[in-house]
């Protein structure tokens, strides 16, 4: 899973976009399905600690 800050070519809305390293990017993100993440993530956790 990756997680980008990174905008498409939308021009509509450039007073809400940070620049970093010449690259327009978004100052906050929504993520959707939560839970899901914080249940893959447990999981993914479970599984490095117990090998």
Not at 12 to 35: D, F, M, Q, T
Request: proline fraction near 2%; hydrophobic fraction near 45%.
């Amino acid at each position: 899973m990756i997680l980008s800050l990174s905008t498409n070519k939308d021009d509509s809305h450039n007073e809400n976009l940070l620049s970093y390293k010449n690259e327009r990017i978004l100052p906050s993100v929504a993520i959707a399905g939560k839970s899901n993440l914080h249940k893959a993530m447990s999981a993914a956790i479970r599984m490095i600690c117990w090998i």
